[in-house]
Structures are given as C-alpha cells and as structure tokens.
Nanobody, 127 residues
Framework: EVQLVESGGGLVQPGGSLRLSCAAS????????MSWVRQAPGKGLEWVSA????????QYADSVKGRFTISRDNAKNTLYLQMDSLKTEDTAVYYCAARRVGLGLVVTANRNEYNYWGQGTQVTVSS
C-alpha cells in the first residue's frame, strides 16, 4: 500500500520555525520527484516547493523563498521542509506529493499532476 504520511505540524509564533517530514512507503521513493503543497483556510491549493528525485534540483514559490528549505533522504524514504521566519500567512494544511521521474519535475498545485498525495499536517502561525 502506498503511503505518504506528513508530520511535524503544530502551533508556532510568528518568526518561529518548524520542520515538516513526509514518510513514504509502498513505492520506490528515489524514483519520484517530491513537492510540498499547502492550503490555507478558505483558499485553494498553493504549490510551495519541489525537489528532484536525487535532490540536486530545488524550486520554491516566491512567497517562501529564503525562508523555507526542502530536502530529502532517499535512504530513509523521507522528505523534509524546514520552515523558518514563519508568518501568519503561512498558516495552512501542508501536503507532500510524489510525481514519477519520467513525468518531469513540475511547479503545480494540481493534484492530478501527482501520482501520490499525503493526508496533510496542520501548521498554524499565531501569537
């Protein structure tokens, strides 16, 4: 069974940090590009960041560039998102998503463009 399980969300004050994890199982993690996508309350999905299958290529949305860092450990089948200098507007449910290497690395929040999608973890930034 394919699973993407996010963890690490929670309540944090503005300016604080959180590290999200996404544990993958049931498929060959190293053969998939990975992305983080978020959904703020009452809003649509927003693409946040992507990393290539080997980790060499990384991309970020302008809204998080310089504050968030995406990484992966293929030996542990785990994707990470280090979030620093958090703002109230970062409040959202954060999802990890997998896209097979043969389909290319994409910058999109469209669920149909991904092979697998997690259940999400809530991040709340508030004082």
């Amino acid at each position: 069974e394919v699973q993407l399980v996010e963890s690490g969300g929670g309540l944090v004050q503005p300016g604080g940090s959180l590290r999200l994890s996404c544990a993958a199982s049931g498929f060959t993690f190293s053969s998939y590009h990975m992305s983080w996508v978020r959904q703020a309350p009452g809003k649509g999905l927003e693409w946040v960041s992507a990393i290539s299958s080997g980790g060499a290529s990384k991309q970020y949305a302008d809204s998080v560039k310089g504050r968030f860092t995406i990484s992966r450990d293929n030996a542990k089948n785990t994707l990470y998102l280090q979030m620093d200098s958090l703002k109230t507007e970062d409040t959202a449910v954060y999802y990890c998503a997998a896209r097979r290497v043969g389909l290319g690395l994409v910058v999109t929040a469209n669920r149909n463009e991904y092979n697998y999608w997690g259940q999400g973890t809530q991040v709340t930034v508030s004082s």
